[in-house]
């Protein structure tokens, strides 16, 4: 859509005005919840500080997506990663079967299972959660607007009028929220996939070990070139990810995220109340979905490095008497796609690991519980 364009033009007035409204009144309803507790049921407390941090985290995506260089480089970041898909084709030989690759097929399955869940939760649970929110009197307009006046006793009528109201308005925002989010989703693991596949793809099989040969096409300089191509894929995708914000700080945001969540269905079920199964059951939606995404974040940036060395370790290994491919190969690091906003040296090197999941779970339970005491 060229940035001239009406829809355009009223996207980015959308995205300029409706944060600068939103985030002032929800912070200062998160702030009343505080200094006014018990007055609010537990579940709208939870809807009002999801829909803060959904509001926060949006922000720095749509000041990119609103910007006419951001969106030209979103899109040149698109078309480029097609395009060195569409030049990597062209290296596979028309009779070679990949079916025949059981690395192949077992990455591919994982990939089209996570796809699966990935879309089931964007296009049904997602949008049957937010309408459901929006339009009872747990909403975080209806809550807001209630604390400033109550209408309630102006009868059912006015009542359900500015519930209908500011269920469509919340609503309508929060669906262009969620796919603003969900766009981001996409792009960053459509990196992790390419760079993972296609590096599983250039592996040379164990017959081809033992041979200490390649025996099917692409031959070595071909893979070396995949292999440098993903390096560079790798690089646009990180400094896409960079403009994002929300993909480098995915495990900030999943822990502060998971860790409200946890936190109030603790509360929820010690204090009891007429919410308690709408605030454990969204709260498990929520930290599922959180869990989801670190999951997948680190398993594809740990398989993709780890097969980027299973690369290196056995064309190093077919060629280490080949003085020409053992030079190339010296100078080559393995792939790797780091998505975090604070690295290391071993992180550089190494890219993360799998094990980097298990400083999500710790975390995640560390701030519940001091937040559980802290609230005492």
């Given amino acids: 859509m060229p940035v001239n364009h009406p829809k355009y033009k009223h996207f980015r007035r959308f995205a300029y005005i409706c944060p600068v409204i939103v985030i ?79 690395s192949i097929n077992q990455a591919i399955s994982a990939i089209t299972t996570t796809a699966d869940v990935f ?19 747990y909403s975080p307009a209806y809550t807001l607007l209630r604390s400033i006046y109550n209408f309630e006793q102006d009868g059912g009528l006015f009542t359900a009028t500015i519930q209908i109201g500011s269920g469509i308005a919340i609503s309508f925002a929060a669906m262009i929220t969620l796919s603003g989010c969900t766009l981001c989703v996409i792009i960053t693991g459509f990196g992790l996939i390419v760079l993972y596949l296609w590096t599983l793809f250039i592996i040379p099989q164990d017959e081809e070990t033992k041979a200490r040969k390649i025996l099917i096409p692409p031959y070595f300089f071909d893979r070396i070139l995949i292999h440098n191509s993903l ?22 945001c999943a822990v502060v995220v998971s860790s409200g969540c946890l936190y109030y269905i603790l509360v929820s079920s010690t204090r009891g109340g007429e919410s308690v199964f709408l605030v454990t059951a969204t709260s498990l939606i929520i930290i599922g979905v959180m869990t989801f995404v670190e999951l997948f974040a680190i398993y594809f940036m740990s398989n993709a490095v780890t097969t980027s060395k299973q690369f290196l370790h056995r064309v190093g290994y077919i060629y280490g008497t080949h003085k020409y491919a053992a030079r190339v190969l010296k100078g080559l690091l393995p792939n790797s796609m780091n998505l975090e906003f604070i690295t290391s040296l071993c992180t550089l090197v190494n890219g993360i690991e799998m094990n980097y999941f298990l400083n999500y779970v710790e975390r995640v339970t560390d701030n519940a519980i001091t937040l559980l005491f802290a609230s005492k």
């Fill in 24 to 102: 002032p009144l929800l912070t200062w309803r998160c702030f009343t919840f505080y200094t006014n507790p018990g007055n609010e049921d537990l579940f709208a407390v939870l809807a009002t500080h999801m829909a803060l941090a959904l509001t926060v985290v949006i922000i720095p995506y749509g000041s990119f997506a609103i910007s006419p260089r951001g969106l030209k480089k979103f899109i040149h970041c698109c078309n480029a990663t097609i395009q060195i898909g569409k030049r990597f084709n062209m290296s596979i030989p028309a009779q070679l079967n990949l079916q025949g690759k059981k």
């Fill in 119 to 137: 879309f089931l939760l964007i296009d049904y649970i997602f949008p049957l959660l937010i309408v459901f929110t929006c339009f009872t009197k």
């Fill in 231 to 252: 390096k560079i894929m790798a690089i646009f995708h990180i400094e896409l990810c960079r403009a994002f914000v929300i993909s480098r700080l995915h495990h900030l």
